[in-house]
């Protein structure tokens, strides 16, 4: 069942969840009538240092009725009690220049009378996650009018606030140098936890007075080095019950299988030692809540394993206080396949009596299928899994070790993502935010949010190649335009750095070791990209520059780079070592000669992938073969990821393992997107070992493109549906068809 209903918000404006289910009424836009409230804190804490603080107000409603709309943020992180049940959590990540503020009518959760709204802030101080930017610990709140603003303002209203002394960091234990980029473990001593903080009756007149630290700044404006607030830019997260499936080992201690789903509780006699494992049955994500009883001086350890082998080691430890269904969150996102549960009770037995995970996920709806083969259909599950995982505020390619949002990654995932739902606003925002991450120089950051400066070329001209594959999905001329100039700036950035010996791309910043000819090929399809952007955006001398300087620039790296005898182009001048994404670059660049085009793809595919040919790379090999039509091998490629997958390689379980249902939809059923915003479409299957291929895409207007084939004797029938007002070609065998909206038939 649904854990947290979805909270009903301003159009455009984005909370999270709410816990009643009750509408509410549109209200214009996501901006209060006026931002009157401060950032409060507890004055007495150290503002950079960890810290976990509870806020509260207090407030009677004898007249009022209706909506009750705030917009809230907090700094590093907050989750929002009313009346003592959970309403959302928040912000989504951004950066300083960026911090968003979530929008939540909490009005449904309000009663006549007594009510009290509850916040917990969490600062992580130095231990804080590498996409978390800060400021200092502090919590805004602000009524959407002035009637709420009167009754709950953070800084013009008297809020309550202490620091919770029971949660502690417990730090990440990395082996052999491993980075870790995401949240820290908890050590919870629940005896100094003011147990019922967030509930209406609890007692807070010991609490210190919240004291305010500083004005709101918003977005686009000048201020002294502090948040300048952004509305939301993306839906909203849910959170669903998800309970473990199996117990997959035991030690000390006979467990009933019915405690599985919340019907049966574990005992733990004192003084005892135990150990068990459960199994969430695959790779998922979110907030592991634990309920228990009694166990006053025991200890709980939660050891947190991914699906496969990772030398970093997440924990959180639990010391109870001997109360009654004492309930146990993480403050952060936990990643893991498997959960090892070490308790150790002291004089007084431990009751678990619930233990389950709050799966939690950008909200959407999957309206996607396919279905082919054994492989086919095993990739894609594991791709539409892997992607859904790290949908989240951001783009997480790496949910369990890093959760950060890298360029190229997000690139695969947000335009799976939008295959599935129709939903582009991921994408749309990891486009955003890239741009948001410009160094002076004109480049974008390789992640971002994130509090570092990592920059490689490739990502950047990457990041171009995104904004045209969002545009043929989505038609979003005013980003387009927004975004343009960053594009003039990577591009212009390159320029400035030929070599003098070669013509070709030269030594630059942020190269890093990339060699000369996987270098030229990246550079010269970002060109061809950008003339499309370029032409879309209105910028025709910018898109003939740009086709001239790619025109040029394929001669020089022809005359250096390709070898007539092998037919490939190889990766530096010397011609001593070749490799398939640099000759799929070349082909999708539009540097092969179009009568060598297929001579070079069959090449390049009967080469043997590289031991570390990522996911990154493979997506241009795929898009080459699918722009190219040269698609017999793709079988072979797809029997390649599978193995890996049986293998358990960490790389599947990368969000850009969906890397194969972008080609599955694209290849096998072949449809792909010929114009901005899908408006004309080319279906071209090529259903390798399948005598049948269904499939189901969304179309950016939320409509579906449907395909039901059956390929016999060389001959294909079936259907194919498009959304109304979407036309374009069917091709089977060298034949095609004209096809028009709504469903049609097919035989050739």
């Given at each position: 069942m649904k854990y947290l209903h979805r909270c009903v918000l301003l159009p455009a404006l984005i909370g999270l969840t709410m816990a009643a289910k009750a509408q509410a009424p549109e209200l214009p836009h996501n901006m209060p009538r006026q931002w009157d409230a401060r950032w409060i804190s507890d004055g007495a804490a150290a503002p950079a240092a960890f810290g976990v603080y509870l806020f509260r107000k207090q407030f009677e409603l004898l007249n009022y009725s209706g909506p009750f709309v705030i917009h809230i943020t907090a700094d590093n992180r907050y989750r929002l009690y009313v009346n003592g049940q959970l309403v959302g959590l928040g912000p989504a990540r951004g950066d300083l220049s960026n911090w968003n503020y979530e929008t939540i009518d909490i009005g449904p959760l309000l009663k006549y009378g007594k009510n009290v709204v509850a916040a917990e802030v969490v600062n992580y101080g130095n231990s804080k996650p590498r996409g978390q930017f800060t400021a200092s610990a502090g919590l805004l709140i602000q009524g959407h009018t002035a009637q709420e603003a009167a009754i709950i303002n953070t800084g013009t209203t008297s809020w309550q606030v202490m620091e919770d002394p029971s949660i502690d960091v417990l730090p990440v234990k990395t082996n052999n140098n491993a980075f870790y980029g995401a949240y820290p473990g908890d050590s919870i001593i629940a005896q100094y936890h003011p147990w019922g903080w967030e509930q209406l009756n609890f007692k807070d007149s010991s609490w210190n007075v919240a004291t305010a630290t500083a004005g709101v700044a918003l977005q686009g404006n000048s201020a002294n080095d502090w948040r300048l607030l952004s509305p939301r830019p993306i839906g909203p997260l849910k959170q669903d019950r998800q309970n473990f499936t199996a117990i997959t080992a035991t030690q000390g201690i006979t467990i009933d299988p019915e405690f599985l789903k919340g019907t049966a509780a574990i005992t733990v006699p004192a003084k005892r030692k135990i150990r068990l494992q459960v199994d969430a049955g695959?790779?998922?994500?979110g907030f592991p809540e634990m309920l228990i009883s009694g166990g006053l001086d025991a200890s709980i350890k939660m050891t947190y394993q991914s699906a496969y082998h990772h030398p970093n080691q997440l924990s959180d430890v639990i010391h109870p206080d001997g109360g009654i269904r004492r309930k146990f969150t993480p403050s952060g996102y936990r990643t893991f396949r498997y959960i090892q549960l070490d308790i150790e009770t002291g004089k007084a037995p431990l009751t678990l009596l619930d233990y389950h995970n709050v799966y939690t996920q950008y909200e959407l709806k999957d309206k996607s299928a396919f279905t082919a083969n054994a492989v086919a259909d095993s990739l894609w599950n594991n791709g539409k899994h892997a992607a859904l995982l790290g949908a989240q505020d951001n783009l997480y390619n790496d949910p369990f070790n890093e959760q950060l949002q890298y360029i190229q990654d997000a690139h695969i995932q947000g335009l799976a993502i939008a295959f599935f739902s129709g939903d582009d606003q991921l994408l749309r925002n990891a486009l955003v935010q890239a741009d948001q991450s410009r160094i002076p120089e004109g480049l974008i950051r390789s992640r971002y949010p994130s509090d570092d400066r990592l920059l490689n070329i490739t990502d950047a001209l990457t990041w171009i190649g995104t904004l045209q594959d969002y545009l043929l999905y989505k038609g979003d001329k005013a980003l387009a335009k927004q975004l343009f100039p960053t594009v003039r700036n990577i591009l212009d950035w390159i320029e400035r750095y030929p070599d003098p010996g070669t013509g070709l791309p030269g030594n630059m910043p942020y190269r890093d070791s990339i060699a000369s000819g996987p270098l030229t090929g990246q550079y010269l399809y970002a060109l061809r990209q950008a003339a499309a952007?370029?032409?879309?955006?209105?910028?025709?001398?910018?898109?003939?520059?740009?086709?001239?300087?790619?025109?040029?620039?394929?001669?020089?790296?022809?005359?250096?780079?390709?070898?007539?005898?092998?037919?490939?182009?190889?990766?530096?001048?010397?011609?001593?070592?070749?490799?398939?994404?640099?000759?799929?670059?070349?082909?999708?660049?539009?540097?092969?000669?179009?009568?060598?085009?297929?001579?070079?793809?069959?090449?390049?595919?009967?080469?043997?992938?590289?031991?570390?040919?990522?996911?990154?790379?493979?997506?241009?090999?795929?898009?080459?073969?699918?722009?190219?039509?040269?698609?017999?091998?793709?079988?072979?490629?797809?029997?390649?990821?599978?193995?890996?997958?049986?293998?358990?390689?960490?790389?599947?379980?990368?969000?850009?393992?969906?890397?194969?249902?972008?080609?599955?939809?694209?290849i096998t059923a072949g449809i792909q997107s010929t114009s901005p915003d899908f408006k004309t479409v080319l279906i071209a299957p090529d259903p390798g070992v399948s005598s049948q291929v269904k499939a189901t895409m969304v179309h950016p207007d939320g409509g579906l493109m449907e395909v039901d084939l059956s390929f016999k004797n060389n001959r294909v029938t079936g259907t194919v549906k498009l959304p109304f007002g979407v036309t374009g070609k069917f091709r089977w065998r060298s034949k095609e068809i004209t096809l028009n909206g709504g469903p049609q038939e097919i035989s050739l």
């Open positions: 695959q790779q998922t994500t952007i370029a032409g879309y955006c209105d910028k025709g001398p910018d898109s003939l520059q740009w086709n001239r300087t790619a025109d040029k620039l394929r001669e020089v790296w022809y005359q250096q780079c390709f070898d007539g005898d092998k037919g490939m182009y190889a990766e530096t001048p010397a011609k001593k070592s070749f490799s398939r994404y640099t000759n799929a670059m070349a082909v999708l660049a539009q540097a092969v000669p179009p009568r060598q085009v297929k001579n070079t793809m069959q090449r390049l595919l009967s080469e043997k992938p590289a031991a570390d040919e990522s996911l990154r790379e493979k997506y241009y090999l795929f898009k080459a073969m699918q722009e190219t039509g040269v698609t017999a091998t793709f079988p072979a490629e797809l029997e390649y990821l599978w193995k890996r997958k049986e293998e358990n390689s960490p790389m599947m379980y990368q969000s850009a393992a969906a890397v194969a249902n972008l080609f599955l939809l694209g």
